[in-house]
């Protein structure tokens, strides 16, 4: 059952933090996703991977799965949307978020149409604009790593109104320094769902990790 518009965009509001699952095998589902919530993530997105042939229904498996088995624990998206189809397909298995790394004004027209909360990813002021006016809930800066925190407090002087998330470069040691810079969170890939555990199958390396993020999360909202 999908969440609502509004809940999820209130658990992504209120958590930060996204992780972001890409090329998850189906064996590796249950053991992560238990370690990520035992870590204290909420938010999961899991990635269209269009390498993979028949990664539409992979991915929607995968989501129907997650939201029919932890969906009362965790708000659930698909991530690397790209097209209207792929939108309806993450919808039908549940996913209640919708996150891009381009903006696609049919994408994001789609995603709130459904209900859903749409965050597409830019990366300049006019890209961000355009997103926000076409109905994007939160704007994902990507690659925020390359861009840097200077250039996230920049964009956002004139454009404080519009919510901003950031992508790439977040690690548990500069999380506050990403807050700080004005965005309402970000997503994590790689540095939080390590690779190498999730091939091992060492979920405690992946609660752990969580555990870093999420009380650095915990620790700046402390000083606020």
């Not at 997503?187 to 999420?214: C, M, N, S």
Request: glycine fraction near 10%.
């Amino acid at each position: 059952m999908n969440r609502s518009h509004d809940e999820v965009l209130e658990i992504i509001r209120r958590e930060h933090l996204v992780a972001i699952l890409r090329g998850l095998p189906m064996d590796r589902i249950d053991g992560v996703v238990r370690a990520l919530i035992a870590g204290g993530v909420r938010v999961l997105e899991f990635t269209f991977d269009h390498d993979r042939e028949n990664y539409l229904r992979e991915n929607a498996d995968k989501i129907r799965y997650v939201t029919e088995h932890y969906g009362d624990t965790v708000a659930v998206g698909c991530g690397t949307a790209l097209s209207v189809h792929e939108v309806s397909a993450a919808h039908e298995a549940g996913a209640g978020l919708v996150i891009s790394p381009d903006v696609n004004i049919e994408v994001i027209r789609r995603a709130r149409e459904l209900g859903m909360v749409s965050m597409p990813g830019a990366l300049t002021p006019t890209e961000i604009v355009t997103a926000w006016n076409a109905g994007a809930d939160i704007v994902k800066l990507f690659p925020a790593g390359e861009l840097g925190v200077g250039y996230i407090k920049a964009v956002r002087g004139p454009l404080k109104h519009i919510p901003m998330s950031a992508v790439g470069g977040v690690k548990p040691d500069n999380v506050r320094d990403f807050l700080n810079a004005g965005v309402c969170g970000f997503g994590v890939g790689g540095p939080l769902v390590l690779a190498d555990a999730v091939r091992e199958g060492d979920y405690a390396a992946i609660e752990a990790r969580a555990k870093a993020f999420t009380q650095a999360i915990a620790a700046w909202e402390a000083e606020k």
